[in-house]
């Protein structure tokens, strides 16, 4: 897909000079997607930390597994 986006002519031309060359098509794609990965990485973050805090709060195991033995742990 296609679209505008604008960016300031300075900023463009910092990436020139630091890109080595690279297409800035492929930089910005690239940034976009690294972007997107941690903005991921951040909702899952807060998404565990909820079900954590809410497990907390209100555990779902049965009380009655509570004291479960493992062979090999304590």
Known sequence: ??????????????????????PLSRFVRES???RVARLKREQLLRDMEA?????ARDPSLDSEWENLEVDGLP
């Open 1 to 22: 897909m296609r679209t505008t986006v604008i960016i300031p002519d300075e900023l463009v031309e910092e990436v020139g000079r630091l890109a080595a060359g690279e």
């Open 32 to 34: 976009v997607a690294e």
């Open 51 to 55: 079900g954590y805090r809410a497990e």
